[in-house]
């Protein structure tokens, strides 16, 4: 747990949760605060645990690279393997693969942070800028008519020399969980609503008491409910998910049918306190916090 990517204190937060679950549940667990040092994760791991929870969020943790490492020291860990992560992480390269399978995406490219900042977008207000390859919606923006220069936040962009770029879905933001390993088919949980209090789900509206409402299940048209439902089993199959993702969607419901439905990412390691959307989920289908991290410890593997 832990980390060093801007999702740290998230990923101690649910590393915390997770280890008290487990033993809860009669595991033994050490707490691993990962750092920027190998040596020292090398000289952690040496007593060579049973399983690795990997409760990482971001850079470092959820994009293929602890996973390459728990692969080399074969000690088998939760979640994704490393090139399931790997493309999961990069919103763009997911997209282009599930797109064209069908998959609805809103429309968007990746361009230059410095062509942001003079205003060089290639669509018209509204879009939203993001990282291509961050989570908890950090350093995202939307971009909304009649905003005559950049947000701020671009003069400070930290997040590589690309932002991606995508036209604004109007209407409701949608989750689902999925639960699927390489022997398992992948099954889809429920649909949340969130509603954030400030209209724009971003960080504080995530993490901070009283930032967002969770709706499960979603009070939407059915037909629309179980088109999520099967474009996030499809999501995690397709992208090679283990374990538990969480797959995120808008809804334009003023759009007939399932035509307003767009998919926007995948996360591999989504978040894990009792009160996070997956575990919420997981509770509403009958499966208690324990037992779902228990679940995930029991379908641990090592994928080369």
């Known amino acids: 747990m832990g980390g ?35 040596q020292d994760l090398l000289t952690q791991l040496k007593s060579k645990p049973d399983v690795a929870f990997n409760a990482l969020h971001g850079r470092g943790g959820e994009d293929g690279c602890i996973q390459g490492v728990l692969e080399i020291l074969a000690i088998p860990y939760t979640h994704s393997a490393p090139l399931a992560s790997a493309l999961a992480m990069n919103k763009q390269k997911a997209k282009e693969v599930l797109k064209p399978m069908g998959v609805p995406c809103p429309e968007g490219q990746l361009v230059h942070i410095d062509d942001l ?76 609503e969130i509603q954030a209090a400030s209209g724009f789900y971003d960080y504080e509206a995530k993490y901070v008491a009283g930032g967002s409402t969770h709706v499960i299940p979603a009070k939407i048209n059915k037909d629309v409910f179980d088109e999520a439902l099967r474009i996030a089993a499809f999501a995690h199959e397709k992208l090679g998910c283990t374990g538990v993702t969480r797959s995120d969607f808008r809804y334009n419901d003023n759009e ?5 439905l767009f998919y926007l990412e995948t996360n591999t390691q989504p978040g894990m306190t009792p009160t996070s959307l997956v575990p919420e989920q997981a509770a509403h289908v009958g499966m208690s916090f324990g037992e779902l991290v228990a679940w995930l410890v029991e379908n641990a593997a090592i994928h080369s």
Not at 6 to 11: F, M, Y
Not at 24 to 36: A, F, H, L, P, S
Not at 256 to 260: D, K, R
């Open 4 to 38: 060093w990517s801007s999702e740290r204190e998230v990923s101690l937060s649910s590393g915390k949760a997770c280890a008290k679950a487990l033993r809860d549940q009669g595991y033994k667990v050490q707490e691993i605060d990962v750092k920027r040092d190998l």
């Open 117 to 192: 900042r003079k205003g060089l977008a290639p669509f018209k207000p509204p879009y939203v800028v993001k990282p291509n390859n961050e989570g908890s919606s950090v350093g995202v923006y939307i971009i909304r008519q009649g905003d005559n220069k950049p947000p701020l936040g671009l003069d400070t962009w930290s997040y590589g020399p690309y932002a991606l770029v995508e036209k604004y879905i109007p209407g409701k933001e949608l989750s689902v969980a999925v639960m699927g390993t390489s022997k398992q088919k992948a099954r889809a949980l429920t649909v949340t």
């Open 256 to 260: 007939p049918g399932i035509s307003g």
